[in-house]
């Protein structure tokens, strides 16, 4: 059974920045590739950034250059970390994988960028 918990969320000011952390479950952690998503209210889920098992990484054209994703398997932890924020970062993230053709989210966790 795979588990995703995310934290991290929280209030920031424009221009500042938050970690995100996603802790999952499963000693084969090592073989996901992990994604963040992340919904803003009254838009579509949008793929925000993507780590595979190798450490390569991709991002959305909208967060490239201030977020980045990264991974530690010794804990089982994909993190965001998310530089130079903006009002329109405001939005739930959440952890992602698909394994054997099943999808796994996590809660979610609320993240808001206002003064």
């Known amino acids: 059974q795979v588990q995703l918990v995310e934290s991290g969320g929280g209030l920031v000011q424009p221009g500042g920045s938050l970690r995100l952390s996603c802790a999952a479950s499963g000693t084969i952690f090592r073989f996901w590739v992990m994604d963040w998503y992340r919904q803003a209210p009254g838009k579509q889920r949008e793929l925000v950034a993507t780590i595979t098992s190798d450490f390569s990484t991709n991002y959305a054209d909208s967060v490239k250059g201030r977020f980045t994703i990264s991974r530690d398997n010794a804990k089982n932890t994909v993190y965001l970390d998310m530089n130079k924020m903006k009002s329109e970062d405001t939005a739930v993230y959440y952890c992602?994988?698909?394994?054997?053709?099943?999808?796994?989210w996590g809660q979610g966790t609320q993240v808001t960028v206002s003064s």
């Open positions: 992602h994988t698909n394994w054997i053709r099943r999808d796994y």
